[in-house]
């Protein structure tokens, strides 16, 4: 039951909704066009990354920083970090801006506050939402290598099918889509949608 009075009709298998029939919930998946990818293929997708990420790592053990890049990366580091296998790791948030609110697309790149510390030594593994121009990555990616990092390579959960992603280096992607803007999963619009349980397109009258 939902505080609004509408009730949970149980979840469908393959989005992950629960639908309600009245309340902020049918609200928020309103907003949506299109389902691209269910949270059932996230799960599974997060699952396979970390296996080969906690393979590739395994020499890595008390000398691993992941960066999740925030605040798109929240959903998507957090179910990936819970599925590694590496019993000391360590979890050092940064904080790129490219896009300003109702902005979709970027206007470059630039970090907010200060860079993580002490990665002298440290293979680091960055996680972000999307690839898009690339900027974020190359960006982070210089960054840590001057800063003394023993290796840097990146995981992202999407990656665009246009040059400016496929040709920027990135070592771990969970799907490639098109070239469309897309939100849920820790993916915003003006700082919404980051909630949705999956990535989807936005309708053009909730934008
Ligand atoms: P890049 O630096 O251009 O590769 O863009 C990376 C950042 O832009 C991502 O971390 C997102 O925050 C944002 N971004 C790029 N494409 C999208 C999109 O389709 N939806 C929401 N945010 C996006
Ligand atoms: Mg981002």
């Not at 020499?59 to 890049?69: K, M, Y």
């Amino acid at each position: 039951m939902s505080a609004t009075g509408g009730h949970a009709t149980g979840g469908s298998h393959e989005t992950g909704i629960v639908e309600i029939s009245t309340g902020a919930h049918a609200r928020l998946h309103d907003d949506i066009e299109r389902i691209l990818v269910p949270s059932s293929a996230i799960a599974a997708r997060v699952a396979a990354l970390a296996q080969t990420i906690g393979e590739d790592y395994a020499h890595a053990d008390g000398r691993l920083t992941v960066v999740p890049v925030m605040t798109g990366s929240l959903l998507f580091a957090a179910d990936l970090v819970r599925a590694l296998p590496q019993r000391r790791l360590r979890i050092q948030l940064t904080t790129v801006s490219s896009y300003g609110g109702k902005a979709t697309a970027s206007r470059g790149s630039a970090i907010v506050g200060s860079l993580p510390k002490h990665l002298e030594g440290h293979h680091v593994l960055i996680v972000d939402d999307i690839l898009d121009s690339g900027g974020t990555l190359r960006l982070l990616r210089s960054a840590f290598e001057e800063r003394g990092a023993a290796s840097v390579r990146a995981c992202v959960l999407l990656r665009k099918k246009i040059d400016s992603a496929m040709s920027t280096p990135c070592e771990y992607v969970g799907f490639d889509i098109g070239d469309e803007f897309v939100v849920g999963y820790g993916l915003d619009y003006d700082d919404l949608y980051r909630n949705l349980p999956y990535v989807g397109t936005l309708r053009k009258e909730a934008r």
